[in-house]
């Protein structure tokens, strides 16, 4: 899916959208796992949930490929920058979006999850935009083109 019609994939009616943006290779299993957030809070936020993640406004889709996309996604041979993570929830359910439970995987500590059911998809380096059909909280667009995305490229 391309970027004009991402846009179109957002109820912000209802919903709250953030994103996180993540390494190669990484985003395929957060939609079906879930994105383990480790809750390290050196920004003293009372939400761990924006240790991770920058909440997407309406505002912000009238210039997102250029302001967003451009400046956020890029190969990085330290870190790599390549997948951006596209969260959503109900407006009411945003202190309950990271599910405390504690997980160890890899040596590392993670404080909390978020859901595949709150994971939109994600967007590619090629700005492409992958559905996840497990997602919640999208548009009705997002539903009905999501169906159409699933019968032509899987």
Not at 4 to 22: A, M, P, S
């Amino acid at each position: 899916m391309n970027i004009e019609e991402f846009k179109k994939c957002f109820n912000f009616k209802e919903n709250r959208y953030f994103y996180h943006i993540t390494g190669e290779n990484i985003a395929d299993d957060v939609l079906e796992e879930g994105l383990l957030v480790d809750g390290t809070n050196i920004l003293d936020v009372d939400n761990i949930l924006f240790t991770t993640a920058i909440e997407i406004t309406p505002d912000m889709l009238s210039s997102f490929e250029e302001d967003i996309l451009d400046e956020e996604l890029h190969e990085d041979t330290l870190r790599g920058l390549s997948q951006m993570i596209i969260i959503g929830c109900s407006k009411d359910d945003v202190d309950y979006l990271v599910d405390r439970t504690e997980q160890y995987v890899d040596g590392v500590s993670y404080e909390g999850i978020i859901h595949p059911n709150n994971i939109m998809g994600y967007i590619n380096l090629d700005h492409e935009f992958i559905p996840n059909e497990m997602f919640d909280y999208g548009s009705d667009y997002f539903y009905e083109d999501h169906e159409a995305y699933k019968k032509t490229s899987r």
